[in-house]
């Protein structure tokens, strides 16, 4: 199975991020997973730097999870006028991440406009296979863009 970015949304389908809803849970199941193999197999001690390197969320990742959060929430909220200005300062101030293009499309799903939605959710793809050699991502998005264009 493919790793999911901690600001990519959510496999479960939520619309959120990541971070901001499953990861939580599967860090827990992949911490109890590792509990049993260090009780089953003795490991080597980790080095001091390894233990200290721990990363944190920087000002901009929580700016981002909230923008982007706050999108998803007036889109189910049907607040689209709202969403749609959140949305447009998620493309001005993360330019080179999908967040902005992803709520869009999400947007322009709640309101009917397929053939939108689709462009950016495409948009949204190409802006992933920018960022990683990961393929998953880009693919789901084109495929619900697919999708999309079949019901325009």
Known sequence: MAQVGRNQPCPCGSGKKYKQCCLAADEAAASAAREQQRRSTPSPAVPLHAALSRSTDTDDDQRLDKLSNDAVD????????????????????????????????????????????????????????????????????????????RLA
Do not use: W
Not at 99 to 108: A, M, N, P
């Open 74 to 149: 007036l889109i189910h909220d049907g607040r689209f006028d709202e969403a749609e200005r959140v949305c447009h300062r998620l493309l001005d101030e993360f330019p080179d991440l999908p967040d902005g293009y992803i709520r869009f499309g999400q947007l322009f799903r709640a309101r009917g406009e397929h053939k939108k939605a689709a462009q950016h959710l495409r948009l949204a793809a190409a802006t992933c296979r920018a960022l990683s050699d990961n393929s998953d991502m880009p693919a789901s998005l084109d495929a619900e863009a697919d999708a999309l264009d």
